[in-house]
């Protein structure tokens, strides 16, 4: 089965397409990169979608008009993605869509939305679109999140010592694998990734008063530039968030620019290069305190954080300091055949394709559940475009990435 995954993160700056050959061989579920590409948001469209997002208030009509024009977008790329990735072919598209709200209050999650209506791309592509993923979860009492985490365990379940998938969006999230057979796998959001130094980027000056930064840090540069302020980067490590036990998870209704001018107001006048240092290091440090008490042996990053060579440099440094002897390894997804920058789309790929056959997408243990629920809502697409039937007798034990004759996803 050709499966479409669409997915676009906290960051809110893309849409990500990736296209995979899905197909079960016993119990292993093999997985075949078809390629990926990407679009991004219209800068009409993304200063919108930035203005309507915590802890700004909006109202019904933008929700209407976001959710139609995101939907559009989402279907366009779509139509791409089948054309250009799978000649034509596809048979399921399953769409992430975009997250804009996720209710997380006294350490349980009550509600979640993402938006990007479902009919615009089965009426573009003609196929059946499975959606709404994170409801289900969380209707079964569980965070919502990461979803990716049942890609992670099937995939990386038979690696030795205590591997660590991670991923570097907007939000840190993480799988960690715990060595042995009766260690349950776990997934949580550590805190923010890109979150706080996207915010730091588009609200601050340069330093050298020549205009407004970038909505991003472009490589690190200027947060290689800066030196990390430890008041502020203490400030900053106070939140509580970071000792709540896991799983947990949280987004950018926290991690926002307010947030972090707040806990700046207490710390003087500091450049923008010193800030983006500051928070990059918080990155750093708060993926590895996470870490920390499960030993891991090696950390498998994926996401857009992993093209911030300062962040990884950084990161490198704050894990060799998390076991008491031994390294951790560092290296991205694109070693194990999966590309980093579209790991999540391929996920909810997996995570389209066990929909439309009727399995589990969750770990309990790792979204803090009480069941494993089918995930998502399924839109139908044109006539004699049906799903699966009937499904596989058993779920797959396990993910293979096996890479196309060319050599190249």
């Known amino acids: 089965m050709r499966v479409i995954g669409l997915m ?6 893309a849409i990500d397409a990736a ?3 899905l197909a079960l061989e016993g119990s292993t579920l093999v997985l075949t990169p078809l390629g990926a590409i990407s679009a991004p948001y219209g800068p009409g469209l993304r200063t919108e979608l930035a203005r ?3 802890p700004a208030r909006t109202d019904l009509a933008t929700v209407c008009r976001l959710d139609t024009r995101i939907g559009q977008e989402f279907a366009a790329l779509a139509v791409r993605a089948d054309a250009e990735l799978c000649d034509g072919q596809a048979d399921v598209i399953a769409s992430h869509g975009q997250t804009v709200f996720h209710w997380a209050e006294g350490g349980r999650v009550r509600g979640t939305l993402q ?9 573009a592509t003609g196929r059946p679109v499975v959606s709404g993923f994170r409801t289900r979860d969380v209707a079964a009492g569980g965070q919502g ?16 010592g205590v591997p660590v998938a991670l991923n570097l969006g907007g939000i840190a999230n993480v799988t960690v694998l715990p060595q042995g057979p009766a260690g349950a796998p776990l997934a949580f959001d550590t805190g923010p990734a890109n979150a706080l130094i996207d915010a730091a980027a588009g609200e601050l000056a340069c330093a050298d008063g020549s205009g407004p930064a970038p909505s991003m840090d472009p490589d690190g540069a200027l947060a290689a530039r800066g030196t990390v302020q430890q008041a502020l980067l203490e400030r900053l490590l106070d939140e509580p968030y970071y000792a709540l036990p896991a799983p947990k998870t949280t987004g950018r209704e926290l991690f926002h620019w307010p947030y972090l001018r ?8 500091l450049s923008a290069e ?18 920390r008490p499960y030993g891991p042996t090696e950390v498998i990053a994926s996401g857009g954080g992993t093209r911030n060579p300062t962040l990884m440099r950084w990161l490198a440094q704050e894990l060799a300091g998390v076991r008491g002897t031994g390294a951790v390894a560092l290296r991205t997804s694109d070693e194990l055949g999966l590309p980093s920058d579209a790991k999540e789309a391929y996920a909810f790929a997996v995570l389209g394709w066990l929909t439309a056959h009727g399995l589990p997408g969750t770990i309990p243990a790792c979204t803090g559940a009480r069941r494993a629920s089918v995930l998502g809502s399924i839109t139908p697409g044109a006539p004699g475009r049906a799903l699966p039937h009937p499904p596989p007798a058993s779920a797959p034990s396990e993910l293979v990435v096996r890479i196309s004759p060319t050599g190249a996803p």
């Open 274 to 291: 010193d800030v983006l240092a500051t928070v990059t290091r918080l990155t750093a440090r708060t993926v590895a305190d996470a870490l």
């Open 52 to 54: 309507s997002l915590p």
């Open 19 to 21: 296209a995979a050959d």
């Open 8 to 13: 676009s993160g906290t960051s809110c700056d």
């Open 262 to 269: 707040t806990r700046l107001a207490a710390c003087g006048p």
């Open 115 to 123: 938006i990007g209506e479902p009919a615009w791309i089965a009426e």
């Open 145 to 160: 999140a990461p979803l990716v985490s049942v890609v992670d365990v099937l995939w990386l379940g038979g690696r030795p």
